[in-house]
């Protein structure tokens, strides 16, 4: 008997969190005014935080200031980070705030985020394709890269940016709610929302006999 | 448990924030579902792509104007 359908998902938990066990005590050096402390955490985040930066403004030249300006308030606010959230949470949540500044700048009548989405009753995906196991492999690393830049780049900003928070950044729905001033349940039915549509964008890289 | 439901509570499942007895009946329908199976499967993929996904190295002029930037205000910062 096959037990493959009978347990269709192995109980596998979702990526964990990495967390970096010297984070604490660079902070805790940065803090103390050892700026190399402080240099070695922007070099470990940098192409995090660009990559955020970019995924929510959409513009390069936005992405880079963004990226500035969080690494600078984050040095001159950081005797008021309390340890209480990761350092990297904490960097994410500015900024987050930047991005969107930028972001309204831009585009001051097109990005609402609290703006009321169609909540309906989510349907049934139509286009229902098996990718096989490790889709992302037939790519390499830096189409990939684009591939899903550019996939992230067709939702809506207030989709993207709950995706980005929730899934790559891995924070939890309490904390995107926070970050971005939105109840839990928006925070939920956006999320959904963005998950079903890549998955759907993606659907055309990764389905079978794609790209083999 | 039908295909709509099953799409609604796609998030929970994902996330195993789910109760057992909701868990169970979800499992039992995706036993049969072929469709169900292959939108759940690809939904956990597409999560687990983006979240491994490495970030692409910053262009080094990006790179070199951050750490100018950031040694102007410590320079200004310590005066």
Partial sequence: MSTSKANPLPAQPLPSQVVKEDEPILVAAAKGGDISAFETLVGRYERKIFRLAQNITQNKEDAEDVMQEAFLKAYEHLGEFQGNSRFYTWLVRIAVNQALMKLRKRRPNQVSLDEEVDTGEESMPREVEDWGPSPEERYKQSELSGILSNTIAELEPSFRIVFQLRDIEEMSTEETAETLGLSIPAVKSRLLRARLKLRQKLNRYFRQGENS | ?79
């Fill in chain 2, 1 to 79: 448990m039908n295909c709509r439901s099953i799409v609604r509570e796609l998030s929970s499942y994902l996330e195993e924030s789910l109760d057992s007895t909701l868990k169970a009946s979800i499992e039992k329908h995706l036993e049969h579902c072929d469709d169900c199976r292959v939108v759940v499967d690809t939904t956990k993929k597409t999560i687990q792509i983006y979240c491994n996904s490495e970030p692409a190295p910053l262009p080094e002029d990006t790179k070199l104007r951050l750490r100018e930037a950031l040694m102007q205000r410590l320079r200004r910062v310590r005066a």
